[in-house]
């Protein structure tokens, strides 16, 4: 494919020896055993073992990157969300830059589109393939751990270009009203201000509606500065709900992909009542060869268990935080990933006023701390989660499942407190 020569230049042309191959897999294998905090959940020792030498046996002649990327792919799925297969590092680089997508809803059978003029169109082909053969390719490496419980398409295309994310831009076809065919192609494109995942924090408010929209986008900021600061503009963004004397408010959580469990039960206390400590949650820690050559010093190795720690979670809603009483609405989509489905689910579970709206987060919330490796012959990256949580919440298995459920068609949209009223159906 062109677009994949791009990314990797005259490298997509060197071919992986069956050899290269196998090693690769071995290794990979071997750390997943080590590292992983529940290698076994979804298959079995035996099956796994069986997969292994099922697919060694299927690579007989030599195989491009790519090729290799995608067999690693299929493996990768009986795993969390945390855990995953991508480009080369130096590949990686290239492609910070987030894939533009554009508005998709299916229409019947058919998955349509509005373009630049306003005219709705219909996709023929995503990548070579229709979108029938996209369902069924995404379904195949996901529905073993998660269920897609009729998901939008846009959705299916996120995790599809998840899987192929060492393509640079991927070419879709389509027709017009009028019957027109056309060839396009989704391309990585410098982010725009408007999208969510260009700021961490933001909110607008409405005095005499007395309402406001927060956007949280993000509970991981950069370094311990950007910790202080984040700190910082939240207990400032408090202040404004109180000076403002806003009762109803929009928590966006909707494009949030997680971060720091500190930071989510730190928010948390500012919608508690209570001033004493609550149970949040439990961690249980997985010792791998790889940490202890990192030597984290706020971790211990118990050896007593020579593999795993217990840690509780508590979050403490300290009276000295500007206290929200009013009503509150998590708004979540299926990109609230990792620590924004924590989020909802302890709101849900401990603020009694509160609702989440929306859609389901992400399933496999709680596996963390991912800890990266490199394979040694196709220099392909993966990660592989070493901790696992154990949250407080309805239902711990899904998160934090809507009390009034509606679809968010692109989880990089940014809400009015007319279109959230509207969607939840609040009069005005």
């Not at 169109?121 to 419980?149: A, H, Q």
């Not at 270009?161 to 990585?188: A, E, F, Q």
């Not at 984040?230 to 997680?258: M, P």
Request: proline share 4%; net charge positive.
């Amino acid at each position: 494919m062109l677009s994949f020569t791009l990314a990797f230049g005259q490298e997509s042309k060197k071919l992986l020896s069956v050899k290269d191959m196998h090693t690769d897999i071995d290794y990979y294998y071997t750390n997943l055993v080590e590292t992983h905090p529940y290698p076994y959940h979804v298959l079995s020792k035996e099956q796994w073992k069986q997969k292994i030498d099922s697919i060694k046996s299927s690579i007989t002649a030599p195989k491009t990157k790519r090729e290799f990327l995608n067999i690693m792919t299929e493996l990768n799925c009986y795993l969390d969300a945390h855990s995953r297969i991508a480009a080369p590092k130096k590949v990686r680089k290239k492609m910070t830059k987030p894939l533009m997508i554009p508005y998709i809803e299916e229409v019947g059978e058919n998955v349509c589109f509005v373009d630049s003029n306003g005219d709705i169109c219909t996709l023929e082909t995503l990548d070579g393939k229709t979108p029938k053969e996209i369902k069924n390719f995404v379904d195949s490496r996901y529905s073993f751990i998660e269920p897609m419980k009729n998901i939008t398409f846009l959705n299916y295309i996120r995790l599809y270009c998840n899987n192929n994310m060492i393509i640079d831009s991927i070419p879709y076809t389509y027709v017009d009203s009028l019957g027109n065919h056309y060839t396009s192609s989704l391309k990585r494109e410098k982010s725009d201000k408007k999208y969510k995942n260009s700021r961490n924090l933001h909110l607008v408010y409405d005095t005499v509606r007395s309402t406001a929209v927060m956007e949280v986008n993000t509970f991981m900021p950069s370094g311990i500065r950007g910790v202080l600061k984040y700190r910082k503009d939240v207990i400032a963004l408090f202040d404004t709900l109180q000076k403002r004397k806003i009762d109803t408010l929009f928590v966006d959580v909707s494009c949030n992909g997680g971060g720091s469990v500190a930071l989510v039960n730190w928010l948390v206390g500012f919608f508690m009542k209570e001033t004493s400590s609550v149970y949040a949650g439990t961690w249980m820690q997985r010792f791998s060869k790889q940490r202890d050559k990192k030597k984290y010093d706020w971790l211990v190795y118990s050896d007593r268990s020579q593999e795993y720690i217990q840690r509780k979670t508590f979050f403490y809603p300290s009276e000295s935080k500007p206290k929200f009483t009013g009503k509150v609405y998590v708004v979540q989509s299926r990109n609230s990933f990792s620590g924004a489905a924590i989020f909802s689910s302890l709101m849900q579970t401990y603020v009694k006023n509160c609702e989440v709206v929306g859609e389901e987060g992400e399933v496999k919330a709680f596996y963390a701390d991912p800890l990266l490796f490199s394979m040694p012959k196709s220099k392909l990256s993966f990660t592989i989660s070493s901790m696992y949580g154990s949250f407080a919440g309805k239902d711990k298995s899904v998160g934090a499942v809507p009390d009034i459920p509606f679809k968010i068609y692109d989880p990089l949209h940014i809400f009015t407190i007319t279109e959230l009223k509207q969607a939840i159906k609040i009069s005005e």
